[in-house]
C-alpha cells in the first residue's frame, strides 16, 4: 500500500501540473501580444492613423482579458512552492528564491505599472509616454518569463551552487553561473520565441475569422501582414532556439532525450524517428520498440553533438550502464547516493551523541575545500538523489508521453512556420481573402498553437522526472507534509476555479472578437 | 556588526517594508469589501471598483514580491510557514485568485457566470483576504506549532516519512484562528483595510454623494480598527515573547520581550508611536471629511507595520516563535539565506527606489484628475 506521504507527492505533482498547464494556457499570449500591441502603437505614434490607434486598442483589449488570469494562476504557482513542496523550499531556497524575488522587483513591478497607463492613460498621458508604458509593459513581461525560466533551468540543470552540511541545503556560489547557465538562456530564448509565435498565430487566426465573414477588412489585413511576418521570423528563431536544446539535453539531461526519442539500446549514428507509432509497454522490448516508424539515419547522433557518428546513449545504457562508454549504472548512482544520505544520518547521530570527533569526521566529507571532500562531493554527493530511489528503473520517465509530445511539438512547429511565410505571401499578393480555405486553416491553427506549447512544457517537465531538481533531489522526498486527502480537495477547487475561469475567458473573448473594434465594451 | 548579520536585519527591514506596503495596498479589498456600503447604485458600484480596481495589479504584485523576497531571504520559513500552515496560506491564495479575474470580467459582455458571480469574488476578496493575512502577520509574534529538524532530509522517504519542517497538529494553519489575538490582529487589519478603502474613495472620486457616504461609513470602521489595534497592540507589549542569544543561538522565553525590543530601538518607538499618530490624524481627517486623509493614513500604517515586524525580527528576537518547540524557533540568523546570496539579492535591492519612483510616478499620472462618471462613459478601459 502507498504510504499517506507517497500520495501526498501524487497529489501536489498534480496540483502543480495542473497549475502550470493553466498558466501557461494564458503566458504566451501575453508575451507575445505585448509586443505586438506596442509594434501597432508605435505606428500610430509614427503616422498618427487613428487607424492603427483602433487596431491597438482592440487587441489590447483581448490582451487584458488574458492577461488577469495569467497573473492569477502565477500566484499560485510561486506559493505552491511553499506550500506544497517545503522539503523543496528549504533544500534549494538558497538559490532558487533568488530569481523569484528579482522577477517580482525588476520585472513583476514594472509590468503592472505601465499596464495601468497602458490601460487607463489614453486620455491622461502624453502619447509618447503612453508608447514608453505599453512598450514598458512588454518588457516587464518577457523580463519576468526571463527571471522564471532561470528558476525552471536551475532545477533543470542545478548550477553555480554548493552543498552546506551546517545548514543541510544547497546554497548558490555564483549568480552568472545560475542567471547564464546555458539551459537558462537557451530556455528563455525558445519559450519566448515560441510565445510570440503563438501569440502571432492568435492574431492571423482572429484576423481571418475576420476576413471570412467580410469585416474589418482592412484592420484584419494589415493584423496579418504585421503578425504573419513577426510569427515567421520568431517561428524561424523558435527552430534554431529548439535545434539548440536538444544539443544542451544531450549533454545535461541524456535520459530526457533517449526517453522522447524511444531509444532504448544506444548507438552510434543514431536515427532520429520522424513519425511512429510505440508498441504497447507490455509488447515493447529493447529491439522492438516501434508498431512502425519513419526514421532518418544519424540525424539524431548529427542533431545532439553535431556528429553524424556519435553515440547517443539509450534509456538501458543510462538504467543498467555501459562501462564502453563510462556509463554508471544507475544501481551504482544509487548505492553512491545513499552513502552520501547515510553521512547526514551519521552526522544526526553525532550531533545528537554529542560525538564532536564523528561530525567533524563527516565534516570533512563536505568540505570542498579539502581534498578528501572534493573527492567525496564529486564521487558520492553528486548523486545525492539517486540515494533516495528505490529502483533503478524510477530514473526513466514516461516515454510515450514523451516521444508523441515531441512529435507533437515538433511537427507544429514547422506545420506554423510554413503556414506564416504562406499567409504573409498571400496576404501581400492581395489573394488571401479568396482563399477561405486557408483562412480557415487559420483560426483552426489557435488551438493547435496552444496544444504545440503545452507539448513543450509536458517535454521539458515530465521528462525530467523523477527529479525535482535534476539528480540531487526526487519529487518523492521534496513535497510538504500535509495529508493527502487535503491535497487532493485543494485540487479539485482550483481545478473547478480555474476551468471556470477559463470558460469565462473564452466566453469573453469570443464576445469581444465578435463585437470587433468599432464598438468594444462601452465604448 | 559581521556582514552576514548586517545583512540578515537588511533583508528583515526590506520584507518589513513590503509587508507594511502590502498593509496600506489592502486599500484595494478595503474599497471592495464596502463596495456595497458605499455604492447604492450600479453606476456608483462601477465608479468605487473602478477607483480600486486601477491600482489592483499593485496590491498583488506587491503580495507576489514580499513571498518572493521572503523566499530568497528566509526561505527557512517559507518552507515551514507556507508547508506548515498550508490550509491557512491556501485559503489566502484562493481569496486572491478571486480579485484577479473578477474585476477584469465583471462586466464585459459574454462573461458566462454574471457579473454578481465576479462582485461576490470581490466581495470575498475584500473580507476574508486581509483578515486572514492579518491573522498570519498575528502569528510572527504569536507563534505557531511546528519543530524543525534540517537532518530530517536524512529520513530516505516512503512509510512514515519526516520532512524538515513539521506542523505539530493537524490544523496545519487554521489553529492560528484558534488564537483570539490572532483574530483580533486579523479584525484589525480588515478594518483597516476597509477605512482606507473609504479615504482612498473620497480622495480619487469625484462623486459627492459617494464621498459623502464613504466619509460617514469610515467612522465606525475607523472606531472598530482603532479598538482592534490598540487592544492588540497592548496585550503584545504585556506578551512574553522569545529572545535568542546571538552567541550561542540558543532560544529563551522572554517577559515583555516586545516591550524591551521598543526600549532597546527607540528609533522602532517612535516610528511606530509616529505611525499610530498618523494613522488618528488621517481619521480624523476623514472624520471631517477632507480628501487628503488616506495620504495620512497611509504613510501611517506603513510606519506602523514596518515597526511592528521590525519589532518582531531585529534585537535578537525569534520572528516565528514555535508552540511545540523553542528550539524550532525562527530567528533572522538561522532560516535566513547563505551571505552569498544576501549579497547578491542586496544589489538587487537597489532597484527598489527606483521601482518606487516610477510606481509614484504613474500613479500620479493616472490619478491626477478625480475619477467621474463622466470618464465612465468616455470610453477609456473601465472594470
Known amino acids: ?500 475561469l477559463l470558460v469565462a475567458e473564452i466566453g469573453i473573448l469570443l464576445r469581444q472578437i465578435k463585437i470587433g473594434p468599432e464598438k468594444i465594451g462601452n465604448e | 556588526m559581521d556582514t552576514l548579520t548586517f545583512l540578515q536585519h537588511y533583508w528583515w527591514f526590506v520584507i518589513s517594508l513590503l509587508g507594511a506596503l502590502l498593509v496600506f495596498l489592502l486599500f484595494v479589498q478595503g474599497g471592495q469589501a464596502l463596495v456595497r456600503w458605499i455604492a447604492v447604485d450600479e453606476e456608483e458600484r462601477n465608479l468605487v471598483l473602478n477607483a480600486t480596481g486601477r491600482k489592483w495589479e499593485l496590491t498583488f504584485t506587491t503580495l507576489v514580491t514580499f513571498g518572493g523576497a521572503f523566499f530568497a531571504s528566509f526561505p527557512l520559513f517559507y518552507s515551514t510557514s507556507f508547508g506548515g500552515a498550508a490550509y491557512v496560506w491556501t485559503a489566502i491564495l484562493f481569496c486572491f485568485v478571486l480579485q484577479a479575474v473578477a474585476y477584469e470580467y465583471r462586466r464585459k459582455p459574454g462573461n458566462v457566470w454574471g457579473a454578481r458571480t465576479f462582485d461576490a469574488f470581490l466581495t470575498i476578496n475584500g473580507v476574508l483576504g486581509p483578515f486572514l493575512l492579518g491573522a498570519a502577520l498575528s502569528t510572527l509574534f504569536t507563534g505557531a506549532p511546528f519543530t524543525v529538524d534540517r537532518l530530517n532530509l536524512a529520513d530516505r522517504g516512503g512509510d512514515g516519512h519526516v520532512v524538515i519542517s513539521q506542523w505539530a497538529t493537524p490544523w496545519h494553519g487554521l489553529d492560528a484562528l484558534a488564537n483570539g489575538w490572532n483574530v483580533v490582529l486579523g479584525l484589525a487589519v480588515a478594518l483597516l483595510a476597509m477605512t482606507l478603502g473609504c479615504q482612498y474613495a473620497m480622495n480619487c472620486i469625484d462623486d459627492g454623494a459617494v464621498v459623502d457616504r464613504a466619509r460617514k461609513r469610515m467612522r465606525p470602521l475607523a472606531l472598530g480598527f482603532a479598538l482592534c489595534f490598540v487592544a492588540w497592540l497592548v496585550r503584545l507589549l504585556c506578551a512574553t515573547g522569545y529572545a535568542v542569544d546571538p552567541a550561542t543561538g540558543a532560544i529563551v522565553a522572554e517577559p515583555y520581550k516586545y516591550l524591551h525590543n521598543l526600549l532597546a530601538m527607540p528609533y522602532a518607538a517612535a516610528v511606530l508611536l509616529g505611525g499610530a499618530a498618523l494613522v488618528a490624524r488621517s481619521i480624523l481627517l476623514g472624520w471631517r471629511g477632507s480628501r487628503r486623509a488616506v495620504w495620512w493614513g497611509g504613510s501611517g500604517t506603513v510606519s506602523t507595520v514596518l515597526a511592528l515586524l521590525l519589532c518582531a525580527g531585529w534585537n535578537n528576537t525569534a520572528y516565528y516563535p514555535s508552540l511545540a518547540d523553542m528550539q524550532s524557533s525562527l530567528t533572522i540568523g538561522n532560516s535566513s539565506s547563505s551571505l552569498f546570496t544576501l549579497r547578491t539579492m542586496a544589489w538587487v535591492s537597489l532597484f527598489i527606489p527606483f521601482v518606487a519612483v516610477y510606481i509614484g510616478y504613474a500613479w500620479r499620472a493616472i490619478d491626477r484628475r478625480r475619477l467621474t462618471r463622466a470618464e465612465l462613459d468616455e470610453g477609456e478601459h473601465q472594470y
Open chain 1, 1 to 500: 500500500m502507498v504510504s499517506d506521504y507517497l500520495q501526498t507527492v501524487d497529489w501536489s505533482r498534480a496540483q502543480f501540473a495542473m497549475t502550470a498547464v493553466y498558466h501557461w494556457f494564458f503566458v504566451p499570449l501575453t508575451l507575445g501580444l505585448s509586443v505586438l500591441i506596442a509594434m501597432m502603437e508605435t505606428l500610430y505614434y509614427r503616422t498618427r492613423d487613428d487607424f492603427w490607434r483602433r487596431t491597438t486598442r482592440f487587441w489590447m483589449r483581448l490582451f487584458g482579458i488574458n492577461f488577469a488570469i495569467g497573473v492569477a494562476t502565477g500566484l499560485i504557482l510561486e506559493f505552491e512552492f511553499g506550500t506544497n513542496w517545503s522539503n523543496y523550499s528549504h533544500f534549494v531556497g538558497d538559490i532558487f528564491g533568488a530569481p523569484l524575488a528579482i522577477e517580482g522587483i525588476m520585472a513583476f513591478f514594472l509590468e503592472t505599472t505601465f499596464i495601468a497607463v497602458m490601460f487607463f492613460g489614453w486620455n491622461k498621458v502624453g502619447r509618447g509616454f503612453h508608447l514608453a508604458s505599453t512598450w514598458l509593459t512588454a518588457v516587464g513581461a518577457n523580463l519576468s518569463a526571463w527571471w522564471i525560466l532561470v528558476a525552471n533551468a536551475w532545477m533543470q540543470y542545478p548550477v553555480g551552487c554548493t552543498f552546506n552540511l551546517q545548514t543541510v541545503r544547497n546554497e548558490m556560489t555564483s549568480f552568472w553561473e545560475v542567471a547564464l547557465s546555458p539551459v537558462a538562456v537557451n530556455k528563455f530564448f525558445h519559450t519566448v520565441c515560441s510565445s510570440f509565435t503563438l501569440a502571432s498565430l492568435f492574431v492571423v487566426g482572429v484576423s481571418a475569422w475576420y476576413l471570412l465573414r467580410r469585416r474589418e477588412d482592412k484592420m484584419a489585413r494589415a493584423s496579418i501582414a504585421l503578425a504573419s511576418a513577426f510569427g515567421f521570423v520568431f517561428a524561424v528563431l523558435t527552430a534554431i532556439t529548439g535545434d539548440r536544446s536538444g544539443v544542451v539535453v544531450a549533454r545535461v539531461q541524456p535520459m530526457k532525450l533517449a526517453a522522447m526519442e524511444a531509444l532504448y539500446r544506444g548507438e552510434e549514428g543514431a536515427s532520429l524517428t520522424l513519425f511512429g507509432v510505440l508498441r504497447p509497454e507490455r509488447e515493447r522490448t529493447s529491439d522492438d520498440v516501434f508498431r512502425f516508424s519513419w526514421s532518418i539515419p544519424k540525424l539524431l547522433s548529427m542533431m545532439s553533438f553535431r556528429d553524424a557518428g556519435a553515440f547517443v546513449p539509450g534509456i538501458d545504457d543510462l538504467v543498467d550502464g555501459n562501462p564502453g562508454r563510462g556509463i554508471m549504472p544507475a544501481a551504482e548512482k544509487m548505492a553512491r547516493g545513499r552513502v552520501a544520505v547515510g553521512e547526514l544520518a551519521r552526522y544526526r547521530a553525532a550531533r545528537e551523541a554529542g560525538d564532536r570527533a564523528a561530525m567533524a569526521a563527516v565534516e570533512r566529507k563536505f568540505d570542498p575545500s579539502a581534498p578528501e571532500g572534493e573527492a567525496f562531493l564529486r564521487d558520492y554527493f553528486a548523486y545525492f538523489g539517486y540515494g533516495y530511489l528505490q529502483s533503478p528503473q524510477q530514473i526513466v520517465p514516461n516515454v510515450p508521453l514523451l516521444f508523441y509530445s515531441f512529435r507533437v511539438m515538433v511537427g507544429a512547429g514547422v506545420f506554423f512556420l510554413l503556414l506564416l511565410a504562406f499567409v504573409w505571401r498571400s496576404n501581400r499578393r492581395g489573394t488571401l481573402v479568396r482563399q477561405r480555405w486557408l483562412l480557415r486553416v487559420c483560426i483552426w491553427t489557435i488551438p493547435l498553437a496552444y496544444l504545440a506549447s503545452q507539448a513543450g512544457w509536458v517535454l521539458a517537465e515530465v521528462g525530467r522526472q523523477p527529479w525535482a531538481i535534476q539528480e540531487l533531489m526526487p519529487v518523492g522526498i521534496a513535497a510538504s507534509k500535509v495529508p493527502s486527502a487535503s491535497v487532493g480537495v485543494t485540487f479539485f477547487l482550483f481545478l473547478v476555479l480555474f476551468s471556470a
